[in-house]
């Protein structure tokens, strides 16, 4: 089986009670964090978890939504053990420039630590994985990969799949529908897409909103997408514009007209079990 809890199902717009684009995936021992948005580590307690306890960070890509607490999953993970413990981050080509840059704006505060405790003398371990697509070494028992999607002009960006003990997951990131993503999905059960409401946001009055209808998918096309691969499950999230605790009703109506698979949102740390398939 494999666990996806919501961590952040917020957007760039702040939020009082959804944090920023992240999302736990859990396969056995092996936790994966996707993409570490505004509150991830508040969320990540929040579902039972730690930086300390991650197998790895997986960016989808470089947006600053999707990065931007990325610099607190780095600092806590290396103050909370008491060993070096290094940080795997997998991201799209131009990964390792931006987490030299984040450890790089850290230097007084890795100066102030490791002169101040006598058993912390290396700066915070981290290892940076770039990808294109295909398998990503990460040890463990789950079978990580990733395949290109399509954030253009945001490029490159990459979804990832998660296969464990007969279970599949993939978690798309912002997307257009896409060729890569389609082949990630095929023969899945579950997949993980951000989308926005374009019927909503294509009538607000605000050029720099409605730009952002080209690079990202609507709930329909998310579940044309999932439909495409015969999925068992849609799970949404990034929900622009956002909607009370309980609610989203209609935008699982959208997604249903176009998937006859399970759709599943909600608020943060929702949770979906993804079981192997029984026949
Ligand atoms: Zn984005
Ligand atoms: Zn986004």
């Known amino acids: 089986m ?11 717009l702040p ?5 920023g684009p992240s999302t736990l995936v859990t396969g056995g021992d092996d936790q994966f964090l996707v993409d570490a948005g505004r509150g991830v580590l508040m969320r990540l307690a929040g579902a039972g978890s730690a930086a ?3 197998r790895a960070v997986l960016l989808t890509h470089l947006h600053s939504d999707h990065i931007t607490d990325l610099n607190d999953v780095i600092t ?4 909370m053990t008491f060993e070096p413990t290094p940080l795997t981050i997998v991201g799209p080509v131009g990964t390792q420039d931006v987490v030299d840059h984040i450890v790089a704006s850290l230097g007084p505060d890795i100066g102030y630590r490791i002169a101040h405790h006598d058993d912390l003398d290396y700066p915070p371990p981290v290892d940076v994985i770039e990808m294109t697509e295909g398998e990503i070494d ?14 253009k002009p945001v490029e490159p960006s990459i979804g990832y799949r998660f296969d464990f003990d007969g279970a599949s997951v993939v978690a798309a990131g912002d997307t257009v529908p896409c060729a890569g993503l389609d082949s990630l999905c095929d023969g899945a059960q579950a997949l993980v897409h951000t989308v926005i409401r374009k019927d909503m946001i294509r009538d607000i009055p605000v050029q ?4 952002t209808l080209d690079y990202h998918s609507s709930p329909e096309e998310a579940a044309q997408t999932a439909a495409r691969a015969d999925l068992e499950t849609l799970v949404l999230t990034h929900y622009v514009p956002t909607f009370p605790s309980g609610g989203g009703d209609d935008w699982k109506a959208l997604a249903a007209a176009h998937f006859a698979g399970t759709v599943e949102l909600g608020d943060d740390l929702h949770r979906v079990d993804v079981h192997p398939p029984t026949s």
């Open 15 to 19: 939020d009082p009670d959804r944090a």
């Open 208 to 211: 720099r909103l409605v730009d």
């Open 76 to 79: 806590s993970r290396w103050v």
């Open 2 to 12: 494999l666990t996806i809890t919501l961590l952040g199902t917020g957007s760039p």
């Open 52 to 54: 300390g306890q991650l």
């Open 138 to 151: 990460l040890g463990g028992s789950v079978r990580v990969t990733c395949a290109p999607t399509d954030h």
